[in-house]
């Protein structure tokens, strides 16, 4: 029993480093896979948005008007909920 205890401390010893490299390495892809996700979120929002603009591009100049003041109206609704 007394001969385990060292040869459980050299394991240890030897495989610190590479799980701790590991650890590292594991956080690391956890983060990127982070700002993926986010970006993807972002480019959906903004290709939505663009698609919006193109097509109200389209509408005559009074709707047009109108879905801006929509907007700007749904805009301000949303910065009084974070306020």
Known sequence: M???VPLAA???RQLEPAAGEFAQVKNIARRV???ED???HMTAELLALDYLAVSRGNLPLRRRIGAKFHDWRHHRGEE???A
Do not use: R, S
């Open 10 to 12: 050299a394991l240890h």
């Open 2 to 4: 007394d001969d385990e």
């Open 33 to 35: 896979l982070d700002m």
């Open 80 to 82: 009084a909920l974070v």
């Open 38 to 40: 986010a970006a993807q």
